[in-house]
């Protein structure tokens, strides 16, 4: 085995381990079942992928979502660590070769959807690799009590049978008392390690702030609050405005939600990520994945459904244990709103089995048939051609794939897939006997090599046009008609949204959705509704205790820099030459709240982050463009 702080070392340029996940790692590698809680931005992936890689073989990953997969993969493939993902949206050609790799290649890592583990052609493959870990990232999507119920989730434990010799860790940010033993029953884990890191985030101030002007608050807040921002919204449309709103008040900010390009996401995605753009107006589409540590503030303009949401995406705020800012715009009438909404989503029983129906129309799928693969869809045209209303398909297709009848997943970018199908004397011979394809063959092989011959490779149309000076839509074309000969398998560019079933096609009338556990879900989400409710219409407790108390995480110790620590200890707080002496230490040099702590050696430093944090709210501090605290130009 190798050293696991040799790999950490080589591959992620790091000397020691974050708090807890030696200890997780230590106890995955002397072979224990493991449940790893740990807070957003907290490196939970290393905890899984370190053992993975001190050991010979594949490391099977199940997770949830298209995006992390890809995110997951494309991080370990520029690290030098070999990684696939399978999804729905590939062909049946291309999962093939894939699972062969990992069979007889030097794969370390494969992602896949809980989905994929029933399928026949994974399952006989799966038992051919030589699989040394399995993880099951998300895991709060194996319980009904979990804010992300995933059906398939729950044949994950049939699934390990298969590899008994096979240890599971399990990861997942946020679970409750009810999660957590949901997730060790459900995968059926033995002798247990289970490891839960502190949820306690204590340079973040968390606040709700009634108001009837948001937007008033909303520019006040930015004005005050320098630095790198995230502001989570429900609305597309709304994303848009607000965004070309804040660039009017002379704000740089860009919108993100699902219905954008691939394209167009990616580069607002960088361009904040490197510092270009400060302020990112989205939906909750954006922030799975995502790791920028010097964001100051997350505001919030429409309540979350749950206070789990709330705590990943207000925890997106301050990674760099620097002081930061988690808020919450709120009016009275936005719970009336958030019950609202929770009704729409839970559409009867009847329409569900009428969207299942007129899909299984859609899609020309007879009763009883069934294959394992994406379809595109178009929520709007579907609708359309139905006569039914956008949002309630929407909900009822969510509701379907709760039930674990459909795979739905966002639109995402999938570059062109290509594949060679003859051997080298073949393709040759072809290349002389069809002139016209031989430059472009040729093109191939120069820009892509050998392992067209062995893999799916992904292939760039307007690069090779660029060389053979060729019209872009010469080259698809040309490719096509290869793919068409069968000498290469061609596979276009794929942006958007993709449905499976992933269950031979059922008779409506006669659809297996259990009625009781849809009854129970609909009651446990609008249990979360009443948390959330309890929480933003707090004013007697520390805002961060009740957070952790949510989490089944008892502290007697206030935060000191949330609303109500302020509102309710004005009387602690330092005085003048406190103040004085804040101000000197920063006139010399912008500080971060570390640097500021250990040059000031406080008696006490949450006393001293409130009184950094009321002189940011009156302006006499700001930050500067590397998150370090100065003093404001006109106190200067």
């Known amino acids: 085995m190798i050293d696991p702080k040799e790999i950490l070392t080589k591959y992620w340029g790091y000397s020691s381990f974050r708090p807890l996940q030696w200890e997780i790692i230590e106890a995955v590698i002397s072979g224990k ?27 099977i990953v199940i997770t949830p979502l298209i995006a992390l997969m890809k995110d997951q993969v494309e991080r370990l493939k520029a690290q030098g660590i070999k990684a696939q993902a399978i999804y729905s949206g590939m062909s049946r050609r291309e ?40 993880v099951v990232d998300e895991a709060h999507c194996i319980s009904e009590w979990g804010y992300d119920f995933r059906p398939a989730y729950l044949e994950i434990a049939h699934f390990r049978k298969l590899l008994p010799a096979v240890k599971i860790i ?20 033995a002798d247990t390690a289970l490891y839960q890191k502190s949820f306690a985030r204590k340079h973040l101030g968390y606040s709700v702030v009634s ?32 965004a070309l709103w804040l660039r009017k008040q002379g704000i ?57 949401a709330y705590y990943q995406e207000a925890g997106r705020a301050g990674r760099d244990d620097q002081l930061a800012f988690a808020i919450i715009l709120y009016h009275p009438n936005d719970l009336g709103l958030l019950r609202q909404r929770k009704e729409w989503e839970y559409p009867s029983l009847e329409y569900l089995k009428q969207v299942y129906q007129c899909l299984a129309n859609y899609y020309k799928i007879a009763v009883g048939s069934y294959r394992y693969t994406g379809y595109d869809f178009d929520l709007d045209r579907f609708a359309q051609t139905y006569q039914l209303k956008p949002i309630s398909v929407f909900h009822g297709l969510k509701k379907l794939e709760q039930e674990g009848l459909l795979q739905l997943n966002d639109s995402f970018y999938q570059p062109s897939q290509l594949l060679i199908n003859l051997e080298g004397p073949a393709l040759y011979e072809f290349q002389i006997a069809h002139a016209t394809y031989d430059l472009l063959i040729k093109t191939l092989l120069r820009l892509y090599g050998g392992e067209l011959f062995s893999n799916f490779v992904s292939v760039d149309e307007n690069r090779m046009a660029r060389l053979i000076k060729w019209p872009p839509e010469d080259v698809k074309k040309k490719l096509t008609t290869l793919a068409d000969m069968k000498v290469v398998t061609y596979q276009p560019q794929k942006d958007r949204p993709q449905i499976a079933f992933l269950s031979p096609r059922q008779q409506a009338d006669n659809l297996h959705i259990d009625a009781k556990s849809y009854q129970r879900r609909r009651e446990r989400d609008f249990n979360k509704i009443k948390a959330m409710e309890l929480y933003v219409t707090n004013q007697t407790r520390c805002r961060s205790q009740l957070l952790l108390e949510y989490f089944d995480e ?20 330092p005085g003048a030459a406190e103040r004085e002496a804040i101000l000197q230490a920063l006139v010399a040099q912008p500080l971060t709240v570390e640097g500021l702590v250990h040059q000031l050696q ?26 370090r605290i100065q003093v404001s130009r006109q106190n200067v």
């Open 33 to 59: 079942d493991t449940l790893a809680l740990m807070p957003t931005g907290g490196g939970k992936s290393i905890c899984f992928q370190i053992p993975a890689l001190a050991n010979p073989g594949i490391c």
């Open 95 to 134: 999962i093939d070769i894939k699972l062969d790799n990992c069979v007889y290649g030097d794969i370390k890592f494969l992602y896949v959807s809980p989905e994929r583990l029933r399928t026949e052609l994974f399952i006989v493959r799966a038992k051919k690799m030589k699989v040394n870990l399995l």
């Open 170 to 189: 399990a990861v997942t940010a946020t679970a409750t008392p009810e999660v957590r033993k949901d997730i060790i029953e459900k995968l059926e884990l």
């Open 211 to 242: 108001v009837e002007d948001k937007m008033k608050r909303l520019l006040e807040i930015l004005q005050k609050v320098a630095g790198s921002g995230l502001i989570y919204l429900r609305s597309r449309k709304r994303t848009e405005e607000i």
């Open 252 to 308: 740089e900010s860009a919108y993100y939600h699902a219905g954008m390009s691939a394209k167009n996401r990616s580069l607002v995605q960088e361009k904040w990520l490197s510092g270009q753009t400060r302020i990112i107006v989205a939906t909750n589409a954006f922030g799975m994945g995502i790791d920028k540590p010097d964001v100051r503030v997350v505001i919030h303009l429409d309540l979350p459904d749950h206070l789990e």
């Open 554 to 573: 008892t502290s007697y110790e206030k935060c000191g820099i949330c609303d109500y620590c302020r509102k309710k200890s004005p009387a602690k707080s």
């Open 602 to 627: 406080p008696n006490n430093d949450k006393v001293l982050l409130q009184l950094v944090r009321q002189m940011l709210d009156q302006g006499e501090l700001s930050y500067d463009a590397l998150g």
